[in-house]
């Protein structure tokens, strides 16, 4: 149980177009999804907290315009990358709380490598 | 501020023990996770402290002092699969929620 999915795995696409990231989770409902990035050899820093039916929660130098997010449902959240940038390239990764399980854990999803020629 | 500390790499032979140390300074702070991370795939899982004291889990155990910002993860006999980056991460309470603080995580080389 307790499994999260990510589409696309990997993206390639090219500068100032958009790029649509999906994360579910398959086996509960997650009123609570988080979207990290991650460059390579750091560690994963928080973009934004998800809550299902309202608008997310951006960390401190997150652009909210550039980096948009909707969770419609308790089980998808969309990352929208706009007008992309090389700088963007980076893998991203969502987490999922279960509604219905402990209030500290989150479940992971696979990642989306963005590279953005 | 928000500050995880993790040494950057350790090296460790097969079957043996590695101990690998986090030090944090958080507000709000309600648990501490370690977990495990391979090149190109997401983190999976490895433990949750939340009071002071030793959990166990087979090969794995993690220990927490909430008094000194301190904890550490405890890798028994070791085997190459074991080769992995592992990251401490510190659960703070937001008026929106729980998040995690991750530190920069410790690769761990395991040799044979």
């Known amino acids: 149980g307790a499994v999260v999915s990510q589409h696309p795995s990997r993206v390639i696409c090219k500068s100032g177009t958009s790029v649509k990231i999906e994360c579910r989770s398959l086996?509960?409902?997650?009123?609570?999804m988080f979207w990290y990035r991650q460059f390579p050899k750091q560690s994963l820093m928080l973009m934004a907290t998800?809550?299902?039916?309202?608008?997310?929660?951006?960390e401190q130098g997150v652009e909210k315009d550039k980096f948009l997010i909707n969770h419609a449902s308790l089980t998808l959240s969309t990352l929208t990358v706009t007008s992309a940038h090389p700088e963007d390239s980076s893998f991203y990764i969502c987490?999922?709380?279960?509604?219905?399980?402990?209030?500290?854990?989150?479940?992971f999803g696979p990642g989306t490598r963005l590279t953005v020629t | 501020g928000q500050n995880i500390d993790q040494p950057t790499e350790m090296t460790a032979t097969e079957g043996a023990i590695v101990q690998i140390n986090c030090t944090y300074q958080?507000?709000?702070?309600?648990?501490l996770f370690w977990y495990q991370q391979h090149a190109g795939e997401a983190p999976t899982f490895l433990s949750y402290?939340?009071?002071?004291g030793l959990e166990e889990k087979g090969r794995f155990s993690s220990f927490l002092s909430r008094s000194k910002g301190y904890s550490y993860l405890l890798l028994k006999e070791l085997q190459m699969k074991d080769s992995a980056s592992y990251l401490c991460?510190?659960?703070?309470?937001?008026?929106?929620?729980?998040?995690?603080?991750f530190g920069a995580g410790t690769i761990l080389r395991v040799k044979s």
């Open positions: 987490s999922a709380r279960d509604q219905g399980g402990p209030t500290y854990e989150q479940y």
């Open positions: 086996d509960f409902q997650a009123t609570t």
């Open positions: 998800s809550n299902e039916g309202s608008k997310a929660t951006y």
């Open positions: 958080t507000s709000g702070f309600n648990g």
């Open positions: 402290n939340v009071l002071d």
């Open positions: 991460a510190a659960s703070t309470f937001m008026e929106y929620g729980n998040k995690l603080v």
